[in-house]
């Protein structure tokens, strides 16, 4: 066996998670280009997996349809809380997201459909490494077009000023509701994946806690661009591997780690980069 | 039923509305959502635990813990809070590094006690004497608990109303810079802030350990998310409002758990947390109240 394939099979099942966790983590940061602090991503994240993994276990539908499916549904649910979420912005509108993904997780527990507080087990595992980083790419690439949009244009206007926005003709709820229901449709991306790779899933792994993990992602590798989304995720997602000798204090130096980012370099690691080429220029 | 279903509304929401009261009054005075509210709410429970192992008495470990929260919440604001205010990081920044230290206190919990359920073995805790008050039954504990939650609520209320210091901290609330120029000292108004609010979360902690005399490393997370439907339905800021909502979140879950619809009970705190939302986002009382506490 070459070196490369020995340490594939070794590792595949990180290597799979990171590509899962940098869908989700660009999901977010979708949002939070938009100025919008909402925290549903783990709930449409839910919503796809179990639509897809029902589909594929009941229906017995092949793998592309069931992701399709997914995220249609997790875009209508994100694209129809637009409209209740309209006039909530910062802390209020991510507490609002917070209860509205309380509120999948209780439902996901308490239908049959879903397999309750047990789960939905023997999922296909079809969703294999070259699965995963198509889609990664096909999300970046989307997201690398758009920004070059007029609408990549209004998002910064609506993050910046909205009022501003809506004087140059910008329409402020059109906005919010495509960048709320494109994360839907991202995170919903990366529930399916996640469902197809991980063989069960329970209600438990879309709730609050998978939210705060997401955000950490996004806030590590810095909210100002998709690309310190996915050095967030792919990188505090290899840490601890990477540190296993730090086992019994992984939680502990995650904590650290996070506070440390975001006191001493505000605007994540993706930034040091940029701070370091305009160093070299200057 | 009826009435011994709305005394358990009031034992749960007591201490609902003393967690609550703690985290609004943070984001009243600082405009910051702490959430490492609920790790100190754990951390004062295990602290109280341990001082009781101690052989110390139930009542002396519930002020001894209750004090250790107040000066966790003082390093909690040092560490996570205090640098981003200096350079006016925003909302996101001090909601993130509240959550990392949360993660930093329940990893040192977890290190210390393990991940075991813990009891206090202190005698007569689990054999306390039912009390009958005509339709109602409840135990010496539950009251001991209640009337403690009420009592720290009535403290709090007298030191914002007649106190200097009560009045600094609504000065601040109300406009950070113009009390700064009247001379109110901002860090220390600050450092006090936090001293009572994670007092009062580590005091919720004990109590909840003790009513149902488990201390677990997961028990602040359900309470975390349903102090935010207490402090939205009282209005973010509003001491009186998460007094009430605290009762009226209490009473949802109780009447919830009474008509069978039990493993719903989350999903309608929530939903009425987000229809207010989305009706009322001031809430019932708004911000105004802590400023005219």
Redesign the interface.
Known sequence: MSPLVEFYAKHSQLIDQIGINAVLALSLSVSLQAGQLALAQAAFMGIAAYVSAILAMNAHWPLPATIAAGIAASTLVAAALAFPLRRLRGIFLAIATVGFGEIVRVFANNLSITGGAEGISGIPNDATTPVIYGSLALVAVALVVLSRTKFALAVTLVREDEHAAQGVGVDVGTIRLLSLALGGAIAGLGGALYAHAAFFIAPGDFGFARMEEILVWCVVGGVTSPLGAVLGAGLLSILPEAIRFLADYREITDGIILLAVILFFPDGIASLWRRGAVRVKS | MLAQQVLNGLFLGAVYALFAVGYTLV?GVL?I?NLAHAAIFTAAAFTAFSLAEGAMPLWAAFVVATLVAGVLGILLDR??FA??RR?N?G???P???S??????I???L??VYGVDERHFTTAGLDSAPAIHLGPVTFTSVELAIFLSAIALMVVLSWILRATTLGRRIRAVAEDRLAAALLGVNLERTIAATFFIASGLGGAAGILTGLEYNSVTLDMG?PI??KG??VI?LGG?GSVTGAVIGGFIIGAVETFAIAYGLS??R??LV??V??AL??AR?SGLFGKRALRQA
Not at chain 2, 99 to 104: H, K, N, R, S, T
């Open positions: 984001f405009d959502l560490v996570a640098p981003l350079r990081a909302t996101l920044a909601l993130i590094s959550i990392g230290v949360a993660i930093i329940g990893a040192v977890r290190a997370a975390e998310l935010l439907a939205i973010m493993p719903w989350d999903a929530f939903g947390m987000f939302l989305i986002p």
